[in-house]
């Protein structure tokens, strides 16, 4: 069993930054792909970005591209998400995902295929 605990959401005003975390503990883990997901009032859940362990290939989601940057430290099966620039329409909870399938080298944004969730994390932003 996987565990996924999230951290570094808060409130910031608009144009301002937040970095979260997400760190993955368990037995034996080995994660392929780590992503975040946000949820909005009365919204459905929409993908963020994720990225590869193998090569560390990132995908974002259009709405953030140029704003939030995705890394990770696989010696700490942590992925962090650098938010930059942020918007009211950021304001939401945000999930940290995680699966393994060492077959998929892209990345994977559908949240389906995920089976490790985190707790969330509330981020707001006011204007």
């Known amino acids: 069993q996987v565990l996924l605990v999230e951290s570094g959401g808060g409130s910031v005003q608009s144009g301002g930054s937040l970095r979260l975390s997400c760190a993955a503990s368990?037995?034996?883990?080995?994660?392929?792909?780590m992503a975040w997901f946000r949820q909005a009032p009365g919204k459905e859940r929409e993908f963020v970005s994720t990225?590869?362990?193998?090569?560390?290939?990132?995908y974002y989601a259009d709405s953030v591209k140029g704003r939030f940057t995705t890394s990770r430290d696989n010696a700490k099966n942590t992925v962090y998400l650098q938010m930059s620039s942020l918007k009211p329409e950021d304001t939401a909870v945000y999930y940290c995902?995680?699966?393994?399938?060492?077959?998929?080298?892209?990345?994977?944004?559908?949240?389906?295929?995920?089976?490790?969730w985190g707790q969330g994390t509330q981020v707001t932003v006011s204007s």
């Open positions: 990225i590869t362990r193998s090569t560390g290939t990132t």
């Open positions: 995902a995680a699966v393994y399938l060492p077959g998929q080298g892209m990345g994977i944004m559908t949240s389906t295929l995920y089976n490790y």
């Open positions: 368990g037995r034996n883990v080995v994660l392929s792909h």
